[in-house]
């Protein structure tokens, strides 16, 4: 089955860093994406990462270890607008659409002063 | 901005009526997938057109169907509605297929929030 995992909620504070934790079960891989999105917003594209390691962004890091199905979201100098949604996704080439994303189903991130 | 637009912006319909969405995709980008996300949950795959044929459908019945133009602009119908259709539609568009330094990355637009009373 197709399976992508992550917490529900979490809060952290302004200033600090938060890591947003995936995990993923699913028939076929071709890259792991992150996204944003902001209440009743569409997701926004964050980073991308289909060999196993860190990728740095800016405030942003993903990492990836496909041996473990495991990636993870890191965020540094939180900012009040960091408040949002962050969805995991992986390309699953299985069925045919070879750019099919799978979600999770989103950490809302709750950022405080 | 990621250049895809989509309209309405919202829409409200009663049961058994049939919805037209419709997605504007980025410049050179030949490629839309449709998702549909309940409230509370991850966007969930509907279908993906390529050069105006489908080239992939998630777990959604025969009354979603959609359209790709030469323009590359797109159409997503539902028909016979029901009301677990209430959701906000997203569109995306990509380059290709799945391949390059980016992933082909897909990029959504602001989607439609339809809501089936």
């Known amino acids: 089955g197709q399976n992508i995992d992550q917490p529900t909620e979490m809060t952290a504070t302004e200033g600090a860093i938060v890591q947003i934790n995936c995990t993923y079960q699913?028939?076929?891989?071709?890259?792991l994406f992150w996204y944003q999105q902001h209440a009743g917003e569409a997701p926004t594209f964050l980073s991308y990462?289909?060999?196993?390691g860190l990728e740095e962004k800016g405030r942003f890091s993903s990492f990836l270890s496909r041996s473990k199905g495991y990636s993870y979201l890191l965020l540094k100098e939180l900012q009040m607008k960091d408040s949002a949604s962050y969805l995991c996704a992986v390309r699953d080439q299985y069925g045919g659409a070879t750019n099919k994303l799978i979600f999770g189903t989103g950490t809302l991130l709750a950022v405080q002063p | 901005e990621t250049g895809v637009t989509q309209s309405p912006t919202h829409l409200i319909k009663t049961r058994g009526q049939q919805v037209t969405l419709r997605c504007s995709s980025q410049?050179?980008?030949?490629?839309v997938s449709w998702y549909q996300q309940a409230l509370g949950q991850g966007p969930q795959f509907i279908f993906q057109y390529y050069r105006e044929e489908e080239n992939g459908r998630g777990n959604f019945p025969p009354r979603f169907s959609g359209l790709q133009f030469p323009n590359y602009s797109s159409e997503l119908n539902v028909n016979a509605l029901e009301l677990d259709d209430s959701a906000l539609y997203l569109c995306?568009?990509?380059?290709?297929w799945g391949f390059g330094e980016r992933g082909d990355t897909q990029y959504f637009g602001p989607g439609t929030r339809l809501t089936v009373l």
């Open positions: 995306a568009s990509s380059l290709a």
């Open positions: 410049s050179g980008h030949n490629t």
């Open positions: 990462n289909v060999l196993d």
């Open positions: 699913t028939s076929g891989f071709n890259g």
